[in-house]
């Protein structure tokens, strides 16, 4: 069984940033997409970001704006989420995502995507 936990959410003041971490106890992480997702309140789960299974091809969302890099790192079985430029609008729980195939492209879709973490919660101050 794959356990997803996600640290590294806090309080920001706008323009500050954050680092997220997501650390899989899974074996088989490496050859897995892995994403970020995010949900506000009153508000759908939406994708934020993605990594495929070599660490070798990102996507991310339009609204994203280069502001945000994700990145993993096999070895410690761990995907990051690195905010920069943070926006009262990026407030959200961020949940971090494990792609059901493997050797897979990146999907944007919440149905591709296997196992979630608990959430990490982001609140942004203006």
């Known amino acids: 069984q794959v356990q997803l936990v996600e640290s590294g959410g806090g309080l920001v003041q706008a323009g500050g940033s954050l680092k997220l971490s997501c650390v899989s106890s899974?074996?088989?992480?490496?050859?897995?997409?892995m994403a970020w997702f995010r949900q506000a309140p009153g508000k759908e789960r939406e994708f934020v970001a993605g990594i495929n299974w070599s660490g070798g091809s990102t996507e991310y969302a339009d609204y994203v704006e280069a502001r945000f890099i994700v990145s993993r790192d096999k070895a410690k079985n761990t995907v990051y989420l690195q905010m920069n430029s943070l926006k009262p609008e990026d407030t959200a729980v961020y949940y971090c995502a494990q792609d059901a195939r493997l050797l897979g492209p990146i999907p944007t879709q919440t149905r591709f995507y296997e196992y979630w973490g608990q959430g990490t919660q982001v609140t942004v101050s203006s």
């Open positions: 899974g074996p088989t992480i490496s050859r897995h997409a």
